[in-house]
């Protein structure tokens, strides 16, 4: 697959979009009231072309990683330094225009290529849209489809765009004052400019700016960096203390508000924002490190912190407060986690009840990949469970019906091992790395017993079947090459 082909793939489906959804990518936002039909027609076209942005952003992400990046970097130095080289000996010599044309030659072709690239990157980043959420939103669309009240419409507020600091950046934290050795660490680039400016202008007028001068200059200046920077950096570390210097940011990006009237009467509000930490930790360590003299730790964690609220009618629902309050006097468990927070509000006409639910994940380096969302089962749990089933005394987890479900999802369950075990052999599949004993629990009662099941699997069904298990579904391709070389 050449470097062209997933650029062409996302321009092709860009320009099959209508022309709502054009303007939609571009804005990366959408905003009013509309009929279900209608959103849902218009956001199912739009996640065919997510699909095409998750393939996009897989492949480039794939290719440009750190290491390929440094070789390029480490290329570019050597071949900047060995013509400059030719350039300040080849003075002495009658072949001084081959140095010349070599060094211009060099940094105007890199300062193109870094433009045309500035430029793709732009072009190209107008038609990303962050795809995760559909896999929430549209199912959700469906069910209110089917419960809103007739000639109502829902009310949605909706953004694709990346979590960004320019427009999402809420607070920042830092347990020091001022850090001016970063300053120096990044002044590198104007002593290269400065260097590389000087050099042209002494080839264009050499009487004016000799040329001899970047001679002298050049160690100077190299030698004057390290110097400053090493004693900035002991003052810094002396006068901030022994202890690392941290610096958070907090940013906050509104993610969607789906806002619906329900036929039995219930106002229906989910509200989901990311909120996502950024931390920066600077270690006093005076050693050559990735051509640094500090050691610098980045991390992130990121949530999805989703609120849901349910008002309903007293028409409809006849309670007291405090019959209300004695359903609702306990909060629910999603996925086997408690929600993080409840809060009844009573009232004449109606009651209500908010939840808060989290799901969060944390990583290395300040880049988020992917973001956390609550899985639709998740959602549905915490609207059935937290709502419906407590306001209209429906069996809770504990009645006999439910353990009489229980007990038939668990015969189904001991079925599907059966059969598998009459074609594997059972294998400890935590010795795939991110799998543990919940996860095999899990993939053992939908009867994935073994590496060469996983490896002879489609990588679409292995990862919907994640994706039904509530287990991280993007790395199902991960664990399927991990089982294929167990197996």
């Given at each position: 697959m050449s470097n062209q082909k997933p650029r062409q793939a996302l321009n092709a489906a860009f320009r099959q979009l209508s022309a709502e959804n054009k303007s939609l990518v571009r804005r990366q936002s959408?905003?009013?009231?509309?009929?279900?039909?209608?959103?849902?027609?218009?956001?199912?076209?739009?996640?065919?072309?997510?699909?095409?942005?998750?393939?996009?952003?897989?492949?480039?992400?794939?290719?440009?990683?750190?290491?390929k990046k440094n070789t390029e970097n480490t290329w570019f130095i050597l071949f900047i330094v060995i013509t400059g080289v030719i350039f300040l000996i080849g003075q002495s010599w009658t072949w001084d225009w081959l140095g010349q044309i070599l060094f211009g030659s060099t940094i105007l072709v890199s300062l193109v290529w870094k433009t045309i690239a500035w430029i793709v990157r732009l072009r190209m980043k107008a038609k990303l849209i962050e795809t995760d959420g559909f896999d929430l939103l549209l199912p959700l669309l469906l069910l209110l489809d089917d419960e809103i009240a007739p000639q109502s419409q829902i009310?949605?507020?909706?953004?694709?765009?990346?979590?960004?600091?320019?427009?999402?950046?809420?607070?920042?934290?830092?347990?020091?004052?001022?850090?001016?050795?970063?300053?120096?660490?990044?002044?590198?680039?104007?002593?290269?400019?400065?260097?590389?400016?000087?050099s042209i202008l002494s080839m264009v007028n050499p009487q004016l700016f000799?040329?001899?001068?970047?001679?002298?200059?050049?160690?100077?200046?190299?030698?004057?960096?390290?110097?400053?920077?090493?004693?900035?950096?002991?003052?810094?570390?002396?006068?901030?203390?022994?202890?690392?210097?941290?610096?958070?940011?907090?940013?906050?990006?509104?993610?969607?508000?789906?806002?619906?009237?329900?036929?039995?009467?219930?106002?229906?509000?989910?509200?989901?924002?990311?909120?996502?930490?950024?931390?920066?930790?600077?270690?006093?360590?005076?050693?050559?490190?990735?051509?640094?003299?500090?050691?610098?730790?980045?991390?992130?964690?990121?949530?999805?912190?989703?609120?849901?609220?349910?008002a309903f009618p007293q028409k409809r629902y006849k309670m007291h407060s405090k019959e209300f309050e004695k359903k609702f006097?306990?909060?629910?468990?999603?996925?086997?986690?408690?929600?993080?927070?409840?809060?009844?509000?009573?009232?004449?006409?109606?009651?209500?009840?908010?939840?808060?639910?989290?799901?969060?994940?944390?990583?290395?380096?300040?880049?988020?990949?992917?973001?956390?969302?609550?899985?639709?089962?998740?959602?549905?749990?915490?609207?059935?469970e937290g709502g419906y089933h407590r306001l209209r005394n429906e069996p809770q987890p504990s009645s006999p019906q439910t353990n009489k479900a229980r007990a038939m999802q668990k015969n189904?369950?001991?079925?599907?091992?059966?059969?598998?075990?009459?074609?594997?052999?059972?294998?400890?599949?935590?010795?795939?790395?991110?799998?543990?004993?919940?996860t095999q629990i899990k993939l053992n009662n939908e009867g994935v017993i073994a590496f060469q099941q996983i490896a002879e699997m489609e990588l679409s069904d292995f990862e919907e079947m994640l994706r039904h298990l509530d287990l991280p579904f993007r790395k199902a391709r991960d664990w399927q090459n991990q089982a294929k070389s167990l197996a």
């Amino acid at each position: 697959m050449s470097n062209q082909k997933p650029r062409q793939a996302l321009n092709a489906a860009f320009r099959q979009l209508s022309a709502e959804n054009k303007s939609l990518v571009r804005r990366q936002s959408l905003r009013g009231e509309f009929t279900p039909q209608k959103l849902l027609e218009q956001l199912s076209e739009l996640k065919l072309y997510a699909k095409k942005v998750s393939d996009y952003q897989a492949f480039w992400r794939k290719k440009n990683t750190r290491e390929k990046k440094n070789t390029e970097n480490t290329w570019f130095i050597l071949f900047i330094v060995i013509t400059g080289v030719i350039f300040l000996i080849g003075q002495s010599w009658t072949w001084d225009w081959l140095g010349q044309i070599l060094f211009g030659s060099t940094i105007l072709v890199s300062l193109v290529w870094k433009t045309i690239a500035w430029i793709v990157r732009l072009r190209m980043k107008a038609k990303l849209i962050e795809t995760d959420g559909f896999d929430l939103l549209l199912p959700l669309l469906l069910l209110l489809d089917d419960e809103i009240a007739p000639q109502s419409q829902i009310k949605l507020d909706l953004y694709l765009g990346k979590v960004g600091r320019s427009k999402h950046q809420v607070r920042t934290q830092k347990n020091y004052t001022l850090l001016t050795h970063r300053l120096i660490v990044r002044s590198w680039i104007g002593l290269v400019l400065s260097i590389a400016t000087y050099s042209i202008l002494s080839m264009v007028n050499p009487q004016l700016f000799p040329q001899v001068i970047p001679l002298f200059v050049l160690p100077i200046l190299i030698v004057f960096y390290v110097f400053i920077y090493m004693i900035v950096f002991y003052i810094a570390g002396s006068a901030f203390g022994p202890s690392p210097k941290v610096k958070a940011r907090f940013l906050k990006a509104p993610r969607m508000l789906v806002q619906a009237r329900l036929a039995d009467g219930t106002l229906f509000q989910a509200d989901l924002n990311h909120w996502v930490i950024q931390k920066t930790a600077f270690k006093k360590k005076v050693k050559f490190k990735n051509f640094q003299l500090h050691k610098k730790k980045k991390k992130y964690k990121a949530k999805a912190v989703m609120h849901l609220r349910l008002a309903f009618p007293q028409k409809r629902y006849k309670m007291h407060s405090k019959e209300f309050e004695k359903k609702f006097d306990q909060k629910p468990f999603v996925a086997g986690k408690q929600v993080a927070k409840m809060k009844l509000k009573p009232g004449e006409k109606r009651q209500t009840v908010v939840y808060q639910h989290v799901k969060a994940k944390q990583g290395t380096g300040h880049d988020v990949k992917t973001l956390p969302y609550p899985t639709f089962k998740q959602f549905t749990q915490l609207v059935v469970e937290g709502g419906y089933h407590r306001l209209r005394n429906e069996p809770q987890p504990s009645s006999p019906q439910t353990n009489k479900a229980r007990a038939m999802q668990k015969n189904e369950n001991r079925v599907k091992i059966e059969q598998a075990e009459a074609k594997y052999t059972r294998d400890n599949l935590t010795l795939i790395k991110g799998v543990g004993r919940t996860t095999q629990i899990k993939l053992n009662n939908e009867g994935v017993i073994a590496f060469q099941q996983i490896a002879e699997m489609e990588l679409s069904d292995f990862e919907e079947m994640l994706r039904h298990l509530d287990l991280p579904f993007r790395k199902a391709r991960d664990w399927q090459n991990q089982a294929k070389s167990l197996a």
